[in-house]
Nanobody, 115 residues
Framework: QGQLVESGGGLVQAGGSLRLSCAASENIRGLRLMGWYRQAPEKQRSLVAS???????MYDDSVKGRFTVSRDSAKNTMYLEMSSLKPEDTATYYC?????????WGQGTQVTVSS
């Protein structure tokens, strides 16, 4: 399954935009689902968005209309485009990929949205 490398986090003003990337170190075989989770301090990790092997997407109600998840199979990469960011979006964002043989987590990338 290899490793996942996340990038794109940072500090942004409310209303701004960021794009997160999750790149796999090798080709993904038996792919079932790719997703983004987030965890704020003292809170439970929760699912933000996901995309299936067929391209079907799902979003948490808190980000619908603002976030877009996509993938590029040729580059073994998943993206999360984030717009109209709010202070409550502040969290560590984690990439997750689930295949027929198991799942792999990224180490996380920090997103901080200031007022």
């Amino acid at each position: 399954q290899g490793q996942l490398v996340e990038s794109g986090g940072g500090l942004v003003q409310a209303g701004g935009s960021l794009r997160l990337s999750c790149a796999a170190s090798e080709n993904i075989r038996g792919l079932r689902l790719m997703g983004w989770y987030r965890q704020a301090p003292e809170k439970q990790r929760s699912l933000v968005a996901s995309i299936s092997s067929t391209g079907s997407t799902m979003y948490d109600d808190s980000v619908k209309g603002r976030f877009t998840v996509s993938r590029d199979s040729a580059k073994n990469t998943m993206y999360l485009e984030m717009s109209s960011l709010k202070p409550e979006d502040t969290a560590t964002y984690y990439c997750f990929i689930f295949t027929d043989t198991g799942g792999v987590w990224g180490q996380g990338t920090q997103v901080t949205v200031s007022s």
